[in-house]
Each structure stands twice: as structure tokens, then as C-alpha cells.
């Protein structure tokens, strides 16, 4: 990996923390992008106390801005000549009160799933530089959950609840990794995956009973580290380059819902992506077969 440019979002905490602190382990250069810069240094302390090396940056990014997100992208682009891999692993859960990011959209789909479709769009050109290139977005078992609904993504219809609205941006995490398997060239890969029910802060600020069950269950919760080996494995392994457009928990591929398995719902997501967000992404034209 001392070659490879990597990636990854919400690194300062939690899973994103292992995979940038694993990934630098192994002598890949880590662009951190965290949106709290205290965090973010002490993480980067304690990642550069175990690299071996000094090849590690911070980015400062709040991914429930747009604004920010297109400066945090042009920052990458005008500093790294191309991005071999990178693993969208931010995301929130929400109280049961709908609230929304700056630019108006419902919050958890605007961070879970707007902000890494935007930030994946930024970074393609850097991305399809490499001789192999990898974007791997982290989703979760929740979306067997979800309520998904593509007429109501933002739950302007329906009475708002966090827990929903998260499960259905994990389920809108897999239908964007498939979409884009379709539409990458062939030396670029897509994939995502489940951490595993992890015991780290994640849901931490949540007072919903949600919030309240994480607490409790958080003793029977496996490890950090644990729950980052499905995202390490698809950044380091031979199958986290050759297969796409996969959903994988203990790494292995595994088979998400219906919902997240219809290419009707992935196609027109996108579109609706592309919409709110006024971009044009991998238009069928450009994919290679």
C-alpha cells in the first residue's frame, strides 16, 4: 500500500479511525476528512505514533454542507495527483425530529447518502487516474429495515422518525455502490458493506430509544477493530478489487434486500441525486462495458 493515496471520510473516530489508522499501518498515504479538527489531530497523533511514516492529512469537512464539501474536494484535487481508494464511512443517526443541512436537505439522507454520492462525483477524475481504483462505501444491515420509499426519500410526507430515516439511507448506500459498479470503467471498483453492530460512539448523542438500546447493548457490541476488517479487507484484499457493485458483511458477499437489489430503484436514485444536487455524474455514455 506505500504507493496508494487513500481516502477516507469520518476518520477520526470509530471504524473510519481503524480503517485510516490500519490502512497508514500499511504504508498507505491517509487523507483524513473529519469534521471536528481537534478530533481530528488527536486521531492523526495516535495514527502517526503506529504508521511508521509521516504520510497522513487532515481535511476538515462537514459533510452536511455541500459548500464545504465541493472546497474539501478541490483541496484533494489540487494536492494529490490521483486517489486510489476512497471509503466513505461517515455517516449519523438522528433524533425523531426531522432537521435538515444546510443546503435543505433531510439531514441523515443529506450526510449518509448526498455527501458521499457528491464527494464520490468530485474525486472520479482522481479516482480514475489510478491503475486500480476502489470506493467503498459502508453501509449497514439496517437497511433490511427500511421503509423505502423513492416518491418520499426525505420524509417530507411521512411522519419523521430517525430510525428510519437511517435505515433507508443505508439502503440508499447499497443502491449507489450498484449504480456505480455499472457506470465505472473496468479498472475501478465499487463496493459495500456492514461493520457489524459495533461498540463505539456511534448513536452516542442519540436521546430517541434508539439511542437509549445502543447504550445498552453496547457491552455485546463487537470491538472497533472488528467492526473495521470488512472495510480493510475490500481495501487490501484481491476480491476488494476484482468484485463490484457487492455487498459484503464478515467479508464476504452476501445478498442485501429486494428493495436494495432492484436496478430500477438504483437508476432512478441516482437520477434523483443528480437532480437535488444539480451535477451530472457517469452519464451511461462515459462507463466503459
Not at 490500519?22 to 469534521?35: F, H, I, N, Y
Not at 511514516?53 to 494529490?80: F, G, M, P
Not at 453492530?197 to 456511534?202: C, D, E, I, P, Y
Request: include cysteine; hydrophobic fraction near 40%.
Amino acid at each position: 500500500m506505500k504507493d496508494k493515496i487513500c481516502v477516507v471520510t469520518g476518520a477520526n473516530s470509530g471504524i473510519g479511525k481503524v480503517t485510516a489508522r490500519e490502512l497508514a499501518k500499511r504504508g498507505a498515504q491517509v487523507v483524513m476528512l473529519c469534521r471536528n479538527e481537534e478530533k481530528a489531530e488527536r486521531a492523526k497523533e495516535d495514527i502517526l505514533r503506529v504508521c511508521g511514516h509521516s504520510r497522513v492529512d487532515i481535511v476538515l469537512v462537514d459533510l452536511a454542507s455541500t459548500q464545504q464539501i465541493h472546497s474539501a474536494a478541490e483541496r484533494i484535487n489540487e494536492n494529490y495527483p490521483k486517489v486510489d481508494m476512497l471509503v466513505n464511512n461517515a455517516g449519523l443517526i438522528t433524533n425523531n425530529t426531522r432537521s435538515t443541512t444546510d443546503d435543505g436537505f433531510e439531514m441523515t439522507f443529506g450526510v449518509n447518502h448526498l455527501a458521499p454520492f457528491l464527494l464520490t462525483q468530485l474525486l472520479l477524475n482522481k479516482v480514475l487516474a489510478t491503475d486500480r481504483g476502489n470506493i467503498i462505501n459502508v453501509s449497514s444491515e439496517a437497511h433490511r429495515f427500511a421503509s423505502f420509499d423513492l416518491t418520499d426519500l426525505q420524509y417530507e410526507k411521512r411522519k419523521y422518525n430517525g430510525l428510519k430515516a437511517y435505515c433507508s439511507s443505508k439502503l440508499c448506500n447499497i443502491l449507489f455502490t450498484r449504480e456505480l459498479s455499472q457506470r465505472l470503467p473496468s479498472h475501478v471498483v465499487s463496493n459495500a458493506l456492514h461493520p457489524g453492530a459495533v461498540a463505539s460512539n456511534f448513536g452516542g448523542g442519540v436521546s430517541s430509544f434508539f439511542g437509549i438500546a445502543m447504550q445498552l447493548a453496547r457491552p455485546f457490541m463487537i470491538s472497533e477493530e472488528k467492526g473495521a476488517e470488512t472495510s480493510i479487507y475490500l481495501a487490501t484484499s484481491e476480491e476488494g478489487f476484482t468484485a463490484t457493485g457487492r455487498y459484503f458483511s464478515e467479508k464476504k458477499a452476501v445478498s442485501p434486500n429486494k428493495e436494495a437489489s432492484s436496478s430500477y430503484n438504483a437508476k432512478r436514485l441516482w437520477e434523483i441525486s443528480e437532480a437535488l444536487l444539480n451535477i451530472q455524474f457517469l452519464t451511461q455514455q462515459m462507463a466503459t462495458p
